[in-house]
């Protein structure tokens, strides 16, 4: 997978300091103003005065799932149990749903035989769809879907949809960011991956201004660094 350690040091920098929004009920609901994320201390706390709650036990197993992707395993294992707990009692919540299949991918990483990988990433990919078909307006879903997608190798054929999910979620950026139904980081995410993307293309100038977009929309955040060191280094 490239580029995976460098993604993933990303991936949860930019969330586990984003808001994190309760699954919704369906079968649809307004989107909810997002929450801030609270460290996986509080969280663990909260779940231990009421342990049935759905919503506490799904903001807990997104942020240990965060951390696994910055390479705990231990956390990323428990996340993965607790998912797969939920997505058996909220098969038509997206949320879960997308962020077991992101699990799901992550475990294939981890895992030792080449068989162990394609079935867990094929599983995990079959669910980030199921998210997506559950919930195609949903950004959060779709950029969980890419960024899950995006560093998958050439054979899983991924890379055209997960360029669809970036330019999904960067064509809407601006107004879900001025709503609130975003936060301005995972929209930075979307546009820099969006060049990524377009840069694979050999169309520089338009992942430029992507990343310029990237660098804007949320400055300072992990996603604007990058894009700014990429724009820097186009420049030298």
């Given at each position: 997978m490239k580029n995976g350690i460098f993604l993933a040091a990303i991936l949860v920098s930019v969330i586990l300091n984003s808001r994190a929004s309760p699954p919704p009920t369906p079968p649809a609901a307004p989107v909810p103003v997002r929450e801030a994320a609270d460290p996986i201390e509080v969280l663990e706390a909260a779940l231990k005065d009421n342990p049935r709650d759905p919503h506490a036990r799904y903001r807990l197993a997104?942020?240990?799932?965060?951390?696994?992707v910055?390479?705990?395993?231990?956390?990323?294992?428990?996340?993965?149990?607790m998912l797969?707990?939920?997505?058996?009692?909220?098969?038509e919540n997206p949320l879960v749903i997308?962020?077991?299949?992101s699990a799901k991918i992550l475990k294939a990483k981890r895992a030792l035989l080449p068989w162990q990988k394609g079935k867990l990433s094929?599983?995990?990919?079959?669910?980030?769809?199921r998210a997506v078909e559950l919930a195609p307006g949903d950004l959060e879903v779709r950029f969980v879907r890419g960024i899950s997608?995006?560093?998958?190798p050439f054979f899983f054929g991924r890379g055209e949809?997960?360029?669809?999910d970036f330019d999904f979620v960067a064509g809407k950026a601006d107004e879900a960011v001025a709503s609130g139904k975003i936060d301005p980081a995972i929209a930075a995410g979307a546009f820099y991956y969006r060049g990524l993307c377009l840069d694979d293309d050999d169309r520089i100038d338009e992942a430029r201004g992507a990343w310029a977009k990237?660098?804007?929309?949320?400055p300072g955040s992990p996603f604007a660094r990058a894009a700014a060191a990429k724009l820097e280094s186009d420049d030298r």
């Open positions: 997104r942020a240990l799932h965060l951390k696994g910055d390479e705990d395993e231990e956390s990323a294992e428990r996340a993965l149990g797969e707990k939920l997505a058996a009692e909220e098969a997308a962020y077991f299949g094929n599983s995990g990919l079959e669910l980030l769809d997608s995006y560093p998958l949809q997960a360029a669809e990237a660098t804007a929309i949320a």
